[in-house]
């Protein structure tokens, strides 16, 4: 009787030509036109800067979420630091619009959860008039440790990175510049969509 071998037939032909491997494709490179939102080289440009400052307000949002976490126990997100910082500004009660003004947000119904939260877990207080309007928020005792360790922790963690870079100093006054400019370009842009909306 003869043994059975376990060695697979040799592939060859089509068979092998199914089998094998497909060679890596090049990767696809963008270029103006290939995409809807740059069809133009100041197309392109414009989606470059807006992907960089999404990628930067992300990191952003994520790192405020990650220094509080290290100093409070209480799970609160980038928008709700943003908010509580706010209340803390210069030690001054604030009213729901200055909150808006500051960070310049008009999305009230978000930022009313928020204080809400805030109030909840202690960090925040309501004082003054009852009317939604007149109220105004300010930090706790126990805000005013968690914020006071927020920035202990900021202080040590961010400006050491940030003095390492060549000219940081004089590139972020620049860079802060422009920013509000782009800022309040963005507003007027805003002001025209809104208003082709509602024309005929």
Not at 26 to 33: D, F, L, Y
């Amino acid at each position: 009787m003869k043994r059975a071998t376990n060695i697979a037939p040799k592939k060859t032909g089509r068979t092998a030509n199914r089998t094998a491997k497909p060679k890596a494709q090049p990767a696809v490179v963008e270029r103006p036109g290939s995409w809807h939102l740059a069809r133009t080289e100041t197309e392109r440009r414009l989606s470059d800067f807006e992907f960089g400052l999404e990628r930067l307000a992300q990191a952003y949002y994520r790192w405020k979420a990650a220094c509080l976490a290290a100093v409070c126990d209480v799970p609160l997100t980038g928008d709700d630091v943003a908010v509580l910082n706010v209340v803390r500004m210069g030690d001054e009660p604030k009213r729901l619009s200055e909150i808006g003004q500051l960070l310049n947000r008009v999305d009230v119904p978000n930022l009313q959860y928020a204080t809400r939260k805030l109030v909840r877990v202690g960090l925040i207080e309501t004082e003054g008039s009852s009317s939604r309007k007149e109220t105004r928020y300010r930090a706790t005792a126990t805000g005013y440790s968690v914020t006071e360790a927020y920035a202990a922790l900021r202080a040590a963690t961010l400006p050491p990175m940030l003095e390492a870079l060549d000219g940081w100093a004089a590139k972020s006054e620049t860079t802060s510049i422009q920013l509000d400019l782009i800022s309040s370009l963005y507003a007027q842009a805003a002001q025209v969509a809104i208003t082709r909306r509602h024309q005929p």
